[in-house]
C-alpha cells in the first residue's frame, strides 16, 4: 500500500534500472526513493539513496551554454535550444565541406547507456554497443567511446573468441554453487550491489567464497572468505598455473577435450611453463595453494567464478580472461549447476533492431589499423587513436567532436594529453547533466536529464517495463535520446530515429507482439515465457545459430586456440605476458619505484567521476585516498591519514593515506574519478590519470593498464585528524533489498525462502538413494513398484504425524499451489454445493487469490477481508462477511511478507458455527510454528515441500476426515 504521494518507478540514477517506490514532497519534487519490496527486482545502492541530491544538486545544467571566454575556463553565456543547433549543424557542414565528413566525430561515454541509447544508435551488426550512429548517416566512421576502456575485454571479445558467447548470453549460476570464486571485483561496491547480495544468501546456505584480488575486499570479509592476495597484474599466469594442475594430474573431463576442444595439446604443453612453484614466483600465490584451489574447483558441486573489469587492465587482459575461461572449461564448471553457463537461446524480450544503420565506412575509422579485433566486435573506432588524430593528423585530422555522456580527460590515461587534443578541436559539443573536465574546452554544452526525468524502458530478461516519467525535468534539460535525434532531424535524416516517446515505444516494440497500449494495459509490465534451463548446450545444439551441437566459434569447438585471434596476427592460446612496467620485467626501475601502482576500484559514494558535487555523498569521502599496506606504510612512517606524494616515471600527486592489512604488501590502490569541475578542492585537483600512460595498452583490445605500473609512496605531512577515512566499502554492508524505514513504517520480517530454499543434505541423500536405486512405479504390481510405494506411504505418514493427523488424510500434490486450487476448485465445483460465496483475505498467497479470480469469473462471489495494521484478520469482520450463501473460508496460517500469524482457531470456530468448511494456507507456518490440525480443528489445509527444505514440485493437501 503506498499513498497518493508515492509512485512505483525505475531508478534514474545509472542505467541499472532497479525498482523502486518514489515520494514527493508538497512541490511535487523528488523527495524520497526505496526500494520496491514487491518485485525481486526490488533494490537500492547508495547512489540510489541520494537521488533527490543528485537530481537537484547545485550543480545541474539547466540550460544550453554558448562559449564566452577561452578555452579552458568554464566562462559561458545562456542560449536558447535552437541556437545551440544552428551552430552545432553550421559547424558540421562546414567542416563536412571542407575536410570530409570523417572529420567529425561523436564519442559516448557511461551517460549513453540509457538501454534506448543503446538498443537504437548502436551500429549495426554488432552484439552490443554503447556507441552512437548519429553521424553515420552524415557520412562520417567515426564513433567512438568508453567501450575502448572496460567491458568489451571481458565481456566481448575474451568469450567470444573462445566460447562463441558473450556475457549477456552468459550467467553465473551464484545460488547453486557449493564454490563461489569472486577474482578481481569487489561486488560490495556494484550499483545495484546484486551479486553481493546473492554471493550472502549463497554463504549462508554453506557455500564457500575464495577471493582473489590484491585487496581484501569487503566481500571477502563479510563472506569469511579465503583471500588470495595476488600481485596486480600477474591473475593470467595464477590461470595458467590452475589449469596447469588440472592437466597434470588428470583432473579434466577427457570426453570432453577430445570432441569438443580446439588446441588443447598446443594448450597443455603452453602451461607446462606454469607449474604451481613458478607461478608462486610470479604472482605471490603460494604453490600449494595453486594445487588446492585447482583441485578444489574440480571437487566443487558448481564453482561459480566472479568477475569484471579487474583483469582487463594489465598488459594481457583479453589473455589472461580467457585463461579463466580455459580454467572453467576443464575444471567441468561450465554451464552446468552452480558454474558460469550458458543462457537459453531466445528468453530475452525481444528488441526491434531492424532500423539499424552501419558504418559508412568501417576500413577509414579511426584506429581500426591498430585495433582490429576490438572494431569488429564494436563497430567502432578506438579513442586511444584521437590524439594522434586530432593533434598530428594521422591518419587524418578529427576536426569536431561531440561528447554525450562522457569525461575523456578524467577517465584516460594522461590527462595532459586530452586537454591538448581537445582545445586542438575546431569544434567541442559537450552533452552531460553537470560540467565535465571536458567542458572546460566545449563550445557548446547541452543540459541532459536524469532517467527520472524521460520515458522511456527497461528490459529484464524476458521482462519489458515502461520506464514512467517520475518528475519533470529540471530547467531545459532534454533527454539524451531525443537530443541525439534531434541532431539527426537537422542534419536531414530525422526519420531515421524516433523522435518522441510513443514512437520510441512502437519502434522497439516492433515484433514483439506487443504495442505499448498493451503493455501499459498490462500494467506497464509484460513478460514473455521462458524456456526451461537446460546444461551442456553443446552437446544438444543450444549454443549455435545453425541448431547443431557444439560451440558458435570457427572451428565448432571451445577454442584453446582461438582461430579469431590467430586470423588477426596476435598469439591464439591464452598467454601470459608479464607486464613491461613491472618489478620482474624493470627492476632497475623498480629501485626508483618499488610498488605497484593500482587504481581504479570502486567506491560507494561516486561513480568514476560522477557525483563528486552533491554534498550528502562528498562528505562520507571528501577527498580521494591512497591504500597502503602496514609494513609498506611502517617503512615510509606512514600513518592513517597522513598526506603523501604518490609518484611514478610520469609525474607526482598528493593524496591523503589509508594504512591497513587489506592489502597486499608492495601494492598500493588510489582512487580515481578526480580532475573534474566540481565538488571539494581536493578532487578537482586529484587526477588520478596524471601517473598513467596512454603508450602501456593491452595489444588486443587497446585498453590501457591501470593496474600494473610501477611507484613510490612518500609522507608530505601528517594528518591533521577529523578526515572520513575508509575504504569506500562500509554503506555496502547495507542489505539492499531491506526496506529503507521511514516514518510510521511497520517493522518487517521475511519468512520466506521462496524458490532458493536448499536441500536438507539429508532430503537430499535419501533422493539420490532413491533416483539411483528406486525406479518403481507406485502403482506396479512388481516388487520395484511395491517398494516405492512403501517409501511413499512412509512419507505420508511422516507428514501425518507433522501435523497430527492419519496418513489417509493426506493427499500429495505436484506442489503448494496445486494443492490450493484442488482445495478451493475441488469445494467450489463440488455436486454438492450449490452455494456460491467463498471468502478470503487480501493478503493471502497469490496461489489463492489468483483461484478466488477465476472462481469470482464463473460466477462465485468473492469477499476480501482486509487486515489490521499487524497484518492481522479481525474475526468480527469474518463474522460480518458471511451469508447464507457461504460455503467456505481460506485464510492463511502465517504470512510471510507481513510477518503476521492469524488466529485460525479463532477464526475456524466462527465458520463451523455457521456450518462453513475452513481451508487454511499453511505453506510458510508448518516447520516455523507448531501446526495441529485437530487444535485448529480446520477442514482442509495445504502445504509445500521446498519449504520444509525438500526438493520443489511437492505439495499435500490435508483432508478431514468426513
Not at 549460476?173 to 544468501?201: C, F, K, M, Q
Not at 532430503?763 to 536405486?773: C, D, G, P, Y
Request: aromatic share 8%; with cysteine.
Amino acid at each position: 500500500m503506498y499513498t497518493e504521494n508515492e509512485k512505483r518507478a525505475i531508478c534514474g540514477i545509472c542505467p541499472a534500472g532497479c525498482w523502486v517506490k518514489v515520494k514527493y514532497d508538497e512541490d511535487g519534487k523528488l523527495n524520497e526513493v526505496r526500494p520496491d519490496d514487491s518485485s525481486p527486482l526490488g533494490m537500492i545502492c547508495t547512489l540510489g539513496q541520494h537521488s533527490k541530491d543528485i537530481v537537484y544538486s547545485k550543480d545541474r545544467l539547466q540550460y544550453p551554454l554558448k562559449r564566452k571566454g577561452p578555452k579552458g575556463t568554464f566562462e559561458f553565456e545562456r542560449i536558447s535550444w535552437d541556437e545551440a543547433y544552428e551552430i552545432i549543424v553550421s559547424k558540421l557542414q562546414t567542416i563536412k565541406n571542407e575536410s570530409g565528413a570523417e572529420a567529425t566525430a561523436v564519442y559516448t561515454g557511461r551517460g549513453s547507456f540509457e538501454l534506448s541509447m543503446c538498443d537504437v544508435f548502436q551500429p549495426k551488426g554488432v552484439a552490443v554497443s554503447s556507441a552512437s550512429s548519429v553521424l553515420f548517416p552524415f557520412g562520417s566512421p567515426n564513433t567512438l567511446g568508453v567501450g575502448a576502456l572496460c567491458y568489451v575485454s571481458f565481456a566481448m571479445i575474451a568469450p567470444h573468441v573462445t566460447m562463441g558467447g558473450m556475457f549477456i548470453n552468459m550467467f553465473t549460476d551464484i545460488e547453486h554453487a557449493e564454490l563461489i570464486v569472486v577474482w578481481g571485483a569487489n561486488p560490495a561496491t556494484d550499483s545495484p550491489p546484486l551479486d553481493y547480495d546473492r554471493i550472502l544468501e549463497a554463504h549462508k546456505k554453506g557455500a564457500k567464497v575464495v577471493v582473489i584480488d590484491p585487496r581484501k575486499t569487503k566481500t571477502a570479509k563479510v563472506t569469511d572468505a579465503e583471500w588470495i592476495p595476488i600481485r596486480p597484474g600477474s591473475d593470467g599466469a595464477l590461470a595458467l598455473g590452475l589449469c596447469q594442475v588440472i592437466i597434470e594430474e588428470d583432473l579434466f573431463d577427457e570426453k570432453f577435450v577430445e570432441e569438443w576442444t580446439h588446441g588443447f595439446d598446443d594448450f597443455a604443453r603452453y602451461t607446462q611453463h606454469f607449474r604451481p612453484e613458478v607461478v608462486e614466483e610470479i604472482t605471490g600465490v603460494p604453490a600449494e595453494t595453486v594445487r588446492s584451489l585447482a583441485r578444489r574447483l574440480v571437487e566443487a558441486n558448481g564453482a561459480a567464478p566472479i568477475m569484471y573489469s579487474g583483469l582487463e587492465y594489465s598488459d594481457s587482459g583479453v589473455q589472461a580472461i580467457r585463461a579463466t575461461m580455459a580454467l572453467w572449461a576443464l575444471a567441468g564448471q561450465m554451464d552446468v549447476p552452480g558454474g558460469r553457463c550458458f543462457s537459453m537461446k531466445n528468453n530475452a524480450f525481444p528488441i526491434n533492431r531492424d532500423g539499424l544503420i552501419a558504418n559508412p565506412d568501417e576500413n577509414t575509422a579511426l584506429g581500426r589499423d591498430r585495433f582490429p579485433v576490438y572494431s569488429a566486435y564494436r563497430g567502432e573506432s578506438h579513442a586511444i587513436s584521437l590524439p594522434e588524430s586530432v593533434l598530428e593528423s594521422k591518419p587524418y585530422k578529427i576536426r569536431s567532436l561531440i561528447i554525450l555522456g562522457g569525461s575523456i580527460v578524467t577517465a584516460w590515461p594522461q590527462p595532459k594529453i586530452w586537454k591538448k587534443t581537445l582545445n586542438g578541436l575546431d569544434f567541442l559539443v559537450t552533452i552531460d547533466r553537470q560540467l565535465t573536465a571536458d567542458a572546460a574546452y566545449a563550445d557548446i554544452v547541452l543540459p541532459a536529464t536524469t532517467m527520472y526525468e524521460i520515458e522511456s524502458y527497461m528490459t529484464y530478461g524476458p521482462i519489458f517495463r515502461i520506464r514512467e516519467k517520475v518528475i519533470e525535468p529540471v530547467g531545459e534539460a532534454r533527454n539524451d535520446f531525443f537530443i541525439m535525434a534531434e541532431l539527426a532531424k537537422r542534419l536531414g535524416y530525422g526519420h531515421l530515429y524516433p523522435q518522441n516517446e510513443e514512437e520510441l515505444l512502437n519502434y522497439v516494440l516492433k515484433g514483439s507482439g506487443f504495442s505499448p497500449q498493451e503493455v501499459r494495459e498490462a500494467g506497464g509490465t509484460v513478460r514473455l515465457p521462458g524456456k526451461i534451463q537446460e546444461f551442456k548446450k553443446w552437446e544438444k545444439g543450444g549454443l549455435r545459430d545453425d541448431g547443431k551441437p557444439g560451440f558458435q566459434t570457427p572451428t565448432g569447438k571451445f577454442e584453446f586456440a582461438s582461430e579469431v585471434l590467430e586470423e588477426h596476427g596476435y598469439d591464439p592460446l591464452p598467454v601470459y605476458t608479464e607486464p613491461k612496467e613491472g618489478p620482474l620485467s624493470q627492476p632497475q626501475l623498480a629501485k626508483k619505484y618499488p610498488l605497484i601502482f593500482n587504481s581504479g576500484s570502486r567506491v560507494t559514494t561516486d561513480f568514476r567521476s560522477q557525483h563528486h558535487g552533491v554534498v550528502s555523498l562528498n562528505k562520507k569521502r571528501p577527498e580521494p585516498l591512497v591504500t597502503l599496506n602496514t609494513e609498506d606504510a611502517r617503512e615510509r612512517r606512514i600513518k592513517t591519514g597522513d598526506l603523501v606524494e604518490i609518484s611514478t616515471k610520469r609525474g607526482t600527486l598528493t593524496m591523503r593515506a589509508f594504512v591497513t592489512e587489506n592489502i597486499i604488501k608492495g601494492a598500493i590502490d588510489a582512487d580515481m574519478g578526480g580532475g573534474g569541475p566540481v565538488g571539494p578542492e581536493q578532487w578537482q585537483q586529484t587526477n588520478i590519470n596524471e601517473l598513467t600512460d596512454l603508450q602501456n595498452y593491452d595489444p588486443i583490445s587497446g585498453f590501457p593498464v591501470y593496474k600494473t605500473l610501477l611507484c613510490q609512496v612518500k609522507k608530505v605531512s601528517e594528518g591533521s585528524g577529523g578526515q572520513n577515512i575508509n575504504s569506500g566499502e562500509e554503506n555496502a554492508e547495507n542489505k539492499t533489498f531491506t526496506e529503507t524505514s521511514t516514518g510510521n513504517a511497520v517493522r518487517r520480517i521475511y519468512l520466506d525462502h521462496n524458490a532458493t530454499t536448499p536441500l536438507d543434505a539429508q532430503v537430499r541423500k535419501v533422493m539420490i538413494r532413491f533416483l539411483e536405486q528406486g525406479q518403481g512405479n507406485p502403482s506396479g504390481i512388481y516388487k520395484e513398484g511395491k517398494d516405492a510405494r512403501t517409501v511413499i506411504e512412509s512419507a505420508r505418514r511422516s507428514v501425518a504425524n507433522l501435523l497430527n493427523t492419519t496418513a489417509k488424510r493426506i493427499v500429495f500434490t505436484g506442489g503448494g499451489s496445486e494443492a490450493d486450487n484442488l482445495a478451493l476448485k475441488g469445494i467450489a465445483l463440488s455436486t454438492e454445493n450449490n452455494k456460491r460465496h467463498l471468502i478470503t483475505s487480501a493478503i493471502e498467497h497469490p496461489a489463492i487469490i489468483n483461484t478466488c479470480k477465476w472462481l469470482g469469473q464463473k460466477g462465485f462471489k468473492i469477499t476480501w477481508l482486509p487486515v489490521d495494521s499487524q497484518g492481522l484478520v479481525r474475526p468480527q469482520d469474518l463474522e460480518k462477511a458471511i451469508t447464507k450463501d457461504t460455503f467456505l473460508v481460506s485464510i492463511m496460517a502465517a504470512n510471510n511478507e507481513t510477518g503476521s500469524i492469524q488466529p485460525v482457531a479463532e477464526l475456524v470456530e466462527i465458520a463451523h458455527r455457521k456450518n462453513i468448511l475452513f481451508h487454511c494456507d499453511a505453506v510458510q507456518a508448518v516447520g516455523k510454528i507448531p501446526v495441529d490440525v485437530k487444535k485448529w480443528d480446520v477442514d482442509l489445509l495445504t502445504l509445500s515441500g521446498h519449504k520444509l527444505y525438500g526438493p520443489k514440485g511437492i505439495g499435500a493437501l490435508y483432508v478431514k476426515k468426513g
